[in-house]
């Protein structure tokens, strides 16, 4: 679901070296970041609606609900620094585009009452995706009384067969040019019918005009040959039919807040396709060269997305034969020092067992270099790995090529690529029995995935070197229970971010969505908090702090602050949640996943805890994750969370080999403090309430 609610409506073969993460968000946010995204709106960003925020223990604003404008983001800015809070914008330029369809060759005029409506034919633009937000029309506010309501409606046709939206205008106001607000989908290079009617007999002067050729004017449902004087204005997602934002208002938008205190990044892009990933790149690229001090941040969807959502069903592909080697320029990533394997998508329904494919790995595409090459006879699936093992230079172009020796039929294919003209790295390009393509190969390095999966979503999307992961999965739905694929998006995202050498945050569900989500409890907002905690995220988001208005086909209820402005009892929760991760937060930043086990019944795509594991429970059938993970200096710590959302469990555990001690960090103060561990029998236990989760240290050199 898009966090905007918008105004319209398997293994890794994981053998690059990375020395940290490409590129680290900055500037910090300590102690850990927690975020709240759908900010209070203008009228409520205060002082003390910000001091709110920090009273509960946040310290990330998503500028959002209508803050997105220059001057309203500057006024968050302000309260976030009177609080010590930092804000992530978002600019409309960034993710929008306006149409503004006028007609504004004034005439004569025509006048609408109760009994004789005046209507208007027009047609929408070109392209994909467009919204209609709002029509401007010449009213003369000197003859429109104030007890008269004047409508605006949006219908498909003049036959008013379906009402797209309305909206009504009391009295004259200050204008002759109202402003009606639909905020309604509408389908591309389309013709609808717009109509203004009154509840009273009294005229209104409407302002007319001659000058538009692709609609007409309708006077009490009779078409004649005039036009109303009228801006309609439409909006787009900025990235659509092969759109970005252009260079100038990506630099207005980055000048202007890059010296601003309380600044910390902007906020790109909500849930993008695979296939416009390239051009968000290019946006959150010249923002660094603009300002290369604040973060970038875009949030990808999570494993529930359809295929189509996620933009991986547009592709074709070419043959392979002795005549026509197929290959593709790429670049290696900052620190990456090695090319263990790269896999290709090829159907291998097509590939003989007498058919051999080699798979040279060239220094550039004048092949003056050849660097690692690997023959495969035959394939067992469509994601096929040539394995390599080659040294290679950090961020540096290469080239490698698929060549046919000539056996079978001498024709293996496809090898799939995307559709001509559109782009998936923006590092290189394919070639074509030696000519450069405007297209690009699928292709992995280091991986062992398949094509057109969540994986391989999430990977491209790593490739493209963001500040942070990001990704959004909200479990509870209504009816109870977990969505059952919740651990495998965890296990996914942990996976492409320790490949990539990045850290990862997630959304937290903190609000119900009728006939779709369930309100969380205190336990399930815990639960979700620890796993994550778990699996390794360095940061975290409330989705939603203020309750968004519901309208459309999404209805919000019961977010941290109700609709009201009143605090939820789930602030409360958050509020203690928070604190207690604040004290963990400087442990957790400093430590790397290495592993994530489950005990009890083992959710989806999760790994039982090894018998040689050295901390067991000593009751087998226990839900609990074990997230292990290690400092800078190998000293081992265990995050164990109760995967139970309902029971109290006091769980006992046996050490083996005997460490001399097993500390806790505290929730409190964020020290190390004694736990009941026995280093004799190597026994201790812990008390964990439903979704809880504690971290545990072992002494130096276990």
């Not at 609080?83 to 025509?110: E, F, M, P, Y």
């Not at 690229?285 to 604040?294: A, F, G, I, V």
């Not at 500390?663 to 190390?672: A, C, P």
């Amino acid at each position: 679901m898009r966090k905007s609610v918008m105004a319209v409506v398997v293994t890794v073969l994981c053998l690059v070296t990375f020395s940290s993460q490409a590129r680290a968000y900055v500037p910090e946010i300590t102690p850990f970041p927690i975020g709240v995204y759908w900010s209070p709106d203008s009228e409520h960003t205060t002082d003390a609606r910000y001091q709110e925020i920090k009273d509960m223990n946040a310290n990330v604003v998503f500028a959002s609900n209508g803050v997105d404008t220059l001057d309203e983001v500057d006024t968050a800015l302000t309260h976030a620094a009177n609080n010590g809070l930092v804000v992530i914008a978002s600019d409309l330029r960034l993710a929008w585009r306006t149409n503004v369809l006028s007609q504004t060759i004034q005439g004569s005029t025509v006048f609408v009452r109760n009994n004789n409506p005046i209507g208007q034919t027009f047609k929408t633009p070109s392209g994909t995706g467009w919204g209609l937000n709002t029509v401007e029309l010449g009213i003369d506010k000197t003859f429109w009384p104030s007890d008269t309501t004047l409508t605006l409606s949006i219908y498909d046709s003049p036959s008013k067969t379906t009402l797209i939206g309305s909206d009504s205008i009391t009295g004259s106001g200050s204008t002759d040019f109202p402003v009606f607000g639909i905020y309604k989908t509408i389908n591309s290079n389309s013709t609808y019918y717009m109509e203004l009617t009154s509840n009273s007999p009294n005229n209104v002067a409407i302002r007319l005009g001659n000058a538009y050729a692709d609609g007409q004017l309708y006077e009490n449902g009779v078409a004649t040959a005039q036009d109303l004087y009228f801006k309609v204005s439409f909006s787009q997602l900025v990235y659509n039919d092969g759109g970005k934002p252009s260079n100038t208002e990506i630099d207005d938008v980055a000048n202007h807040f890059t010296t601003k205190a309380a600044f910390q990044g902007y906020n790109i892009y909500d849930e993008p396709s695979a296939a416009i990933m390239t051009r968000i790149q290019d946006t959150m690229m010249r923002l660094r060269q603009t300002d290369p001090n604040h973060m970038t941040f875009v949030n990808l969807f999570p494993t529930y997305a359809t295929p189509e959502q996620l933009g991986l069903t547009e592709q074709t592909g070419a043959y392979v034969t002795s005549a026509q080697p197929l290959g593709q320029t790429f670049k290696t990533k900052p620190n990456q020092t090695t090319i263990s394997t790269i896999q290709m998508w090829i159907d291998d329904t097509q590939w003989s067992a007498n058919e051999e494919l080699t798979l040279s790995l060239w220094n550039s595409p004048s092949k003056t270099s050849l660097i690692a090459q690997k023959t495969l006879n035959g394939a067992s699936n469509n994601w096929v790995t040539f394995t390599l093992n080659a040294s290679v230079s950090p961020d540096t172009s290469y080239y490698f090529e698929l060549t046919h020796n000539g056996g079978g039929n001498n024709s293996v294919g496809w090898v799939i690529h995307s559709l001509i003209g559109d782009n998936w790295t923006n590092d290189g390009t394919a070639y074509v029995a030696g000519t450069p393509m405007n297209t690009d190969f699928w292709f992995t390095i280091n991986q062992n995935i398949q094509g057109g999966t969540y994986e391989d979503y999430v990977y491209r999307w790593v490739r493209k070197l963001p500040d942070v992961l990001v990704f959004d999965h909200y479990p509870f739905r209504i009816g109870g229970g977990i969505t059952s694929d919740y651990y495998s998006n965890l296990e996914i995202i942990r996976r492409q971010a320790l490949a990539g050498g990045v850290d990862f945050w997630s959304f937290i569900q903190s609000i119900g969505i009728n006939g779709y989500l369930r309100v969380p409890n205190e336990a399930e907002m815990r639960y979700q908090i620890y796993t994550n905690l778990a699996y390794g995220a360095k940061g975290y988001i409330y989705f939603t702090y203020w309750t968004p208005w519901s309208g459309g086909t999404e209805a919000f209820r019961d977010g941290l602050i109700l609709p009201d402005g009143t605090k939820n009892t789930s602030y409360t929760w958050a509020q203690t949640l928070n604190a207690e991760v604040l004290q963990l937060g400087p442990k957790l930043m400093s430590l790397t996943s290495q592993a994530v086990y489950h005990t009890g019944t083992l959710p989806n795509s999760t790994t039982a805890l090894p018998a040689s594991f050295f901390m067991q429970p000593t009751g087998t059938a226990e839900p609990l994750v074990f997230g292990y993970f290690t400092d800078g200096s190998g000293r081992k710590y265990v995050m164990v969370t109760n995967r139970d959302i309902v029971n109290t469990r006091t769980v006992s555990f046996s050490l083996s080999p005997l460490p001399s001690a097993v500390k806790e960090i505290s929730k409190v103060n964020g020290i190390e403090v004694a736990t009941d561990y026995n280093n004799t029998t190597g026994q201790m236990s812990a008390t964990l309430a439903p979704g809880e989760g504690k971290l545990f240290v072992l002494p130096n050199g276990y």
